[in-house]
């Protein structure tokens, strides 16, 4: 049952791929920086969040890629922090030595957001209510600002700037990835050459919207959210098991979630007929993998990043054509027609929009079983576009 | 926003429709047995269904058509009770006098299932664990025996039998409703003459079965639940008005919602980017409709409904192979290629069994906006196939 969870989860937790003896191994990295003030005019003092980089830096610096992560993802994109890890970055597929995105040509940087989901993976460094308020010096639980995918890429562009990078060759990122890889688009046309959003669309509709609503509302319903004081108590682990749950199953497709699992009953003695307790595996397996990802995670940060993708507008767009006019940078736009967390009208529809506006846009359909989840684990498909998309 | 709320959980409240001069007027009967006996061998004393019927029945009783309701759904198919009713039944728009299931031909009978969700409707009759267990004089909670979907068809056929009736022309129902159908086909092979299966699957796959506990999760999850005995305290309100949002947003597809609603503030005053309380119109909208629902109904019926859909194997077959070799009655089976709760393929899996099995299917595909809702408020469209299909 762990392997088709494991494959079930894959966005959630992180995909499995067999080692390598070509692995890079990559050194996690803080950025920080004395206070951020958000979009919205709020300032957070002590702002750090991690970054990795595969490759090595042009001397004139115009050689860099940045990787944005999805909605439960990290930066570890690619390569490995040790050669004993089990299993390298998740789109090691397409990073690496020789690989679509080359690191013996370009220097890939993959960061974490603000508010990362992962807080319990000591690799991890982020900023967001679980950190501490310095003038409270408790954790900030939901008194921590508000923020948006545009504060996301603000604190990647201070990065960038400590680093003396002033092009970025290409902004990709799978998922929320996308969001903030458009974003980077519309912010800051001048300084990215060209974008690759995958499995994701360049607004947050009102169908996103009220799905990501979804996701969050079983945290706020669990009595140990505490309205987002649980620090040093039980934390909602239940309810943040359920919505990581949905998240998993949501990501997926109604074919592979039946191959994996069929209508087997998840304990041989017990009939589900029988009891109100007793599961089929399908029931018991997404149980336990939300489970498993709860107890490294944080449910503030989880609400977060559901009000960031909400609040997500290209630039401060206030609609997709304004958001399509602010983008400059050619797309390479992937996603899987049968994705249902970004479904293909929705991309579609932010396709046409950019190219209405003028701007050269190619995509590529994913084919898979596993629907959005095809944006992580099924990219290697999409290698030689993108090959050819960044060395053009 | 209420207008198009009305519009956007239709399935889950009741559709609008324009009073006609022409309304049938309906009377809600009860069916009671002293007892009744599972399929998995639990007895349940006490038992009750409401139902209500349109038309004459024949002398020879060989007119009936018998209808099964949706998840959220009551008996009310077709007409009113009252002229000054607001809206007639949900499928009134192919039943009644001169219409596809034509009153003045055939004797429609509409049934209430066991653990109704509705348990707030007066008209409804339901027994489930919101009824007082005779034994100790409380509500049963949940210690009220699993119940399948199989069960609530033997309750249907014991109503049949008190009617007299041995054979019936049509068996129909919409999304949960079709499980029945389906059920009624390879139960009882030789009664049913015909299958109106809509929106709904000869099994209920792993996804399905997946997806449902997603719909059950925030009940649970909800302190006032209590493990089901919350009878005479404060009732799971959140976590049921939760779950019924996950049904409507699940039941509808995303252009509607985004027509309906765009990314428009719920208040005005109200930035959703300055405070985590200030939402978005969508999702003010579906949390209202969550939490007017919610009031009306049971919680512990939601979770019984649940278990009912995933236990549901046709005849007690063990795969769809077996279910389709059950069931002798030529169907004709309506879907919508959008629909998210039984996916096309999933319906078009059962299509393809029966018919293999040598049972003659027809199908009809609704083209419509709003996913798996269409099978309700789109069912006119399917009308001149129904009417041809029931006379012939």
Same mark, same amino acid.
């Given at each position: 049952m762990l392997r088709s969870l494991c494959a079930a989860v894959a966005l959630v937790a992180a995909a499995s791929f067999t080692a390598r003896a070509d692995d890079l191994l990559v050194e996690k990295k803080t950025f920080a920086m004395p206070s951020y003030t958000t979009v919205a005019g709020a300032t957070i003092p002590n702002v750090a969040i991690g970054w990795e980089a595969y490759g090595a830096l042009a001397p004139d610096k115009s050689n860099v890629v940045l990787v944005n992560h999805f909605f439960s993802g990290t930066s570890h994109a690619a390569g490995k922090y040790a050669a004993t890890d089990k299993a390298?970055?998740?789109? =090691?597929?397409i990073i690496g030595p020789g690989k679509a995105i080359d690191t013996n040509k370009y220097y890939v940087i993959s960061t974490d957001t603000l508010v990362n989901l992962? $807080?319990?993976? &000591? /690799?991890?460094? $982020?900023?967001? &209510?679980?950190?501490? =308020? &310095?003038?409270?010096? +408790? &954790?900030?639980?939901?008194?921590f600002p508000v923020v948006s995918i545009a504060d996301f890429v603000r604190v990647e562009k201070a990065l960038l700037d400590s680093l003396g990078v002033t092009k970025i060759r290409m902004v990709a990122g799978a998922s929320m990835g996308a969001l903030q890889t458009w974003e980077w688009a519309a912010a800051y046309p001048d300084m990215v050459d060209r974008i690759l959003p995958v499995i994701g669309a360049a607004d947050a509709d009102a169908y996103l919207t009220g799905w990501l609503d979804v996701w969050a509302d079983p945290i706020k319903i669990d009595p140990n959210w505490n309205g987002g004081d649980y620090y040093g108590k039980e934390p909602p682990l239940k309810g943040l098991a359920a919505a990581l749950k949905i998240v998993s199953l949501h990501a997926l497709q109604r074919g592979i979630v039946d191959e994996q699992n069929g209508k087997t009953w998840a304990d041989p003695a017990r009939d589900p007929a029988a009891s109100f307790d007793a599961k089929f595996r399908v029931q018991a397996a997404f149980d @336990? !993998?939300? %489970? !498993? /990802? !709860?107890?490294?995670? =944080? @449910?503030?940060?989880? %609400?977060? %990043?559901?009000? @960031?993708?909400? %609040?997500?507008?290209?630039?401060?767009? +206030?609609?997709?054509?304004? !958001? @399509?006019? +602010?983008?400059k940078a050619p797309a390479l736009v992937v996603y899987q027609p049968e994705d249902l967390v970004f479904p293909a009208p929705a991309v579609e529809a932010s396709i046409a929009a950019v190219k209405k506006a003028g701007t050269p846009v190619s995509t590529f359909r994913l084919d898979g079983k596993r629907g959005h989840l095809d944006g992580v684990v099924s990219i290697v498909q999409a290698a030689d576009e993108i090959r050819a998309f960044l060395d053009r």
């Open positions: 390298p970055g998740y789109w =090691d597929a992962n $807080t319990g993976d &000591p /690799r991890v460094v $982020t900023t967001g &209510p679980a950190s501490i =308020d &310095p003038t409270t010096g +408790k &954790p900030w639980g939901m008194r @336990a !993998a939300g %489970l !498993a /990802r !709860a107890k490294v995670s =944080d @449910a503030n940060h989880f %609400l977060y %990043l559901v009000k @960031a993708n909400q %609040l997500f507008a290209p630039g401060g767009a +206030k609609s997709l054509e304004e !958001a @399509a006019a +602010k983008i």
